[in-house]
C-alpha cells in the first residue's frame, strides 16, 4: 500500500451573514472585515485555548455578507469550539461603530458551513481534514487474490465517473462512506458528520508497469482525538490501539481513515467488476 497524506489543518468553519440595506453596504462590510482582521481575531481567539482564527472568507449575495470563519481546532473537531469563538467576535463587530449603524440582521448560522450536510463548499474549501489516500497493486495481485484485471478496474471507474455526474453524487467511488462511519463509531466520532465526510474523490491509472494505481480523496473528513465521544471507555481504547491518543494525533487517524475507506473501495470495486458482488452477499451476508 502506499502512503497517506493529510493535506490541511483547517477545521470546523464558522459563519455569519448580516442583512444591509443595499448591495452596496454588504460590500463595504467586507472591506471593513479585511482591515479589521486583527482584532477580529483577537475576540475569537479569547474565548479558547486551542481554537486558531486563519482567515474569514467573505461571499456577498444580494445585499447579504456571509461570512466564513476558518479555524484550526488542535486534536479536537471543534465544531461546538469554533461557535463559541465565532459568537464572541461577531458580538465584538456588532459593537463597533460603523457595522452598529449599518448592520440590520445577523445570524450565527445561515447554511454556509453546512454543518452535518453535504455541499460544494466543503469540497472545494474543506471543513475538517482534505487527506489522500493512494497504492500502486501489481497486475498478479489483483488477478490471484481479487481475481479481475487492472484494466477492468480501470474501465468500470470511468462509467462509474459519468454515473456519478449523471446523478449528482458527491462521491465518484463505491462506499467509502461504509468505512468511514464504522471508524467513527469505533474511535467515538461524531456519526453524524459522515453527511459532510462522505464526499469523495477516486482516481485510477494504469501504470506502465502494468499496475492499477488508485487513490482517494476526502475532502472534509471531520475527526478528532480529543474531546467529545473520544473519552469514552471503548472508543478510548480504539484509538490506544490505532496509536491514535495524545496531543498531536487527529492527521494520523484521518490517515487511518483514509486508508481505509480505500481498502473498502478496492474490495468492492473488484467484487463488482468480477461479477462476484451478489455471489459475495448471498454467502457470506449477515442473512446467512
Known sequence: MGGEAARTRLRAPARLDRGFDSARGAREFSSWVDQNLSSIREHAEATSSVAKLLYIDTFLAAKFAYLRFNYSTGDAAGQNMVGRATFAACSWVLEQPWPKENVRRFYLESNLATDKKASQINVMRT???????ECSIPRDVLVQHMRVEPESLQYHAQVANVGAFLSGA?????????????????????????????????????????ALYISITIPSLIVATH?????LPTQRECLDILGCTGRGKVRKLAEIVAGVALAGEISLASAISSLDWVSSHEKYGRNR
Open 127 to 133: 471543513r475538517g481534514k482534505r487527506v489522500v489516500a
Open 227 to 231: 474531546g467529545g465521544g473520544t473519552a
Open 170 to 210: 458527491n462521491n465518484n467511488g463505491c462506499h467509502s462512506p461504509n468505512g468511514i462511519t464504522a471508524m467513527f463509531i469505533a474511535t467515538g466520532q461524531d456519526v453524524a458528520n459522515v453527511a459532510e465526510s462522505s464526499a469523495a474523490i477516486v482516481y485510477t491509472e494504469i501504470e506502465p508497469s502494468g
